[in-house]
């Protein structure tokens, strides 16, 4: 038995020296990878800071031509992307204009239609809106017949006296 148990414990030690001979080579390709991160890093960091104009005294004019240069191409993207969005806002504006002068229009319509049906005159007609660029319609003021009869009458319905004529029936 003690033979059994020196030939396991000479596998695992077997074992762990081969996992550890391939782990040394990963370590090895890992710490590598990790260097070579870390230059590209560093490398994009030194161009951000050129492209922000931070430390360009160290650049020739032909380095300082070529950021000019991608700047400018950058720009360019920039303020395309800005305009096409600007395009797609005012389109979406336009839109809902549109619809609420339809939805608009609709509401007058109907309301028309009920105040047709109720043979009720309008209070005050309000003239549709119109696009921007188009003048609106003139219209005719309404005329209204505010008359109104202002005397006081006291007593009973049948016996009244107007405050005017002092004490004369009616």
Same mark, same amino acid.
Do not use: W
């Given at each position: ?25 990963? *370590?090895?390709?890992? #710490?590598?990878?990790?260097?070579? $991160?870390? =230059?590209?890093? &560093?490398? @994009?960091?030194?161009?951000? !800071? ?39 806002? *005012?389109?979406?504006? #336009?839109?809902?204009?549109?619809? $609420?002068? =339809?939805?608009? &229009?609709? @509401?007058?319509?109907?309301? !028309? ?58």
């Amino acid at each position: 038995m003690g033979l059994q148990k020196s030939i396991d414990r000479y596998k695992a030690y077997t074992k762990d020296t081969v996992n550890n001979k391939t782990v040394q080579p990963d *370590i090895q390709q890992v #710490k590598a990878d990790a260097l070579s $991160l870390a =230059k590209k890093l &560093e490398a @994009l960091e030194d161009s951000k !800071r050129k492209i922000l104009g931070e430390n360009l005294g160290g650049c020739s004019t032909e380095e300082l031509h070529f950021l000019e240069g991608k700047i400018e191409k950058s720009l360019r993207v920039i303020r395309g992307k800005k305009t096409q969005l600007l395009e797609q806002q *005012i389109a979406k504006l #336009k839109e809902k204009e549109r619809t $609420l002068l =339809k939805d608009n &229009e609709d @509401l007058r319509g109907k309301q !028309r239609n009920l105040e047709a049906r109720l043979l009720l005159p309008a209070p005050n007609s309000v003239a549709p809106l119109q696009p921007r660029g188009e003048p609106a319609p003139e219209q005719e003021p309404v005329p209204r017949d505010e008359d109104v009869e202002t005397e006081l009458y006291m007593g009973l319905p049948g016996v009244r006296c107007s405050s005017r004529r002092s004490g004369q029936a009616k």
